[in-house]
Nanobody
Framework: QVQLVESGGGLVQAGGSLRLSCAASGRYAMGWFRQAPGKEREFVAGITRSRSSTYYADSVKGRFTISRDIAKNTVYLQMTSLKPEDTAVYYC????????????????WGQGTQVTVSS
């Protein structure tokens, strides 16, 4: 069983910061996705399994940082300079294979955590 447990969502002011955590039951290629009301789920950030290489959507590049604590099997998403358009439910996902920007390449998903950015 692959289990993902997310935490860290909440309400913040525009320009503020928030850190999301995703505790996994093993080491996988991981990704963060988000879905706003009325919109499709979109890729946010990814990290590879073996080298922990990172990559980002253009909309968050320079503001968000994905990282991994190998000992804890935990992946983080540090979000800074938050904007109202960042408001969404954020999902952590794990892949059995390579890291990907496509949601259908991820077999396992967390429950989602709400991030709300007020102006």
């Amino acid at each position: 069983q692959v289990q993902l447990v997310e935490s860290g969502g909440g309400l913040v002011q525009a320009g503020g910061s928030l850190r999301l955590s995703c505790a996994a039951s093993g080491r996988y290629a991981m990704g963060w996705f988000r879905q706003a009301p009325g919109k499709e789920r979109e890729f946010v950030a990814g990290i590879t399994r073996s080298r922990s290489s990172t990559y980002y959507a253009d909309s968050v590049k320079g503001r968000f940082t994905i990282s991994r604590d190998i000992a804890k099997n935990t992946v983080y998403l540090q979000m800074t300079s938050l904007k109202p358009e960042d408001t969404a439910v954020y999902y952590c996902a794990a892949s059995n294979g390579a890291s990907s920007t496509y949601s259908y390449d991820y077999a396992y998903w967390g429950q989602g955590t709400q991030v709300t950015v007020s102006s």
